[in-house]
């Protein structure tokens, strides 16, 4: 089995911290039936000029997808300091079609009222305690389920840790 590194841990939060993002929120029981009819292109060109001013909108989670989120949402929770599991758990958090943080170095530091540079290492601290005290059967649970090609691309989770 392969280590996990901080920079996956990384990568697996931000798309986890989407995923959640894109569930919907509104809907307590099931929706009424819809025909959607014809299928349309999913390519964003079409879909634009197709939908004109109506907004985009995110796929929700799959039901695959639900249990693995849970398991790197929690991921975190193994972090000594709560200080350092805050900034994971908001840094996490990114938008589901743009791939932007929803927040900035600046604001989370704004938010522990200490500079930005501290919330960076506080970052890569905490990724790093995670990556040596994960559980390995998650950590192989969740390496399977992203490895299978069930997960989609961010388009932020080139960049690497800070």
């Known amino acids: 089995m392969t280590l996990l590194t901080p920079a996956e841990l990384q990568i697996w939060l931000e798309w986890a911290g989407a995923r959640l993002i ?13 025909v959607i009819w014809p299928d349309y292109s999913q390519e964003t060109f079409q879909v ?3 939908r004109g001013a109506m907004s ?28 350092v599991r805050r900034v994971l758990h908001v ?3 990114v938008h589901p079609l743009n791939g932007r943080y929803l927040y900035k170095w600046t604001r989370i530091a704004e938010l522990l009222d200490v500079k930005p540079r501290t ?28 490895n299978n090609g069930d997960m989609p691309v961010l388009a932020n989770s080139s960049q690497g840790i800070p």
């Open 91 to 93: 840094r996490s958090l």
């Open 22 to 34: 894109a569930m919907p929120g509104r809907r307590i029981g099931p929706a009424a039936p819809k």
């Open 119 to 146: 919330i960076k290492m506080w970052h890569r601290q905490g990724l790093e305690e995670v990556v040596d005290k994960a559980d390995p059967v998650v950590v192989k649970k969740i390496y399977l389920f992203m």
């Open 56 to 83: 985009v909108k995110v796929a929700a989670p799959s039901s695959k997808e639900i249990p693995i989120v849970d398991e790197i949402l929690i991921l975190p929770n193994v972090c000594s300091r709560d200080y």
């Open 48 to 50: 634009l000029e197709h």
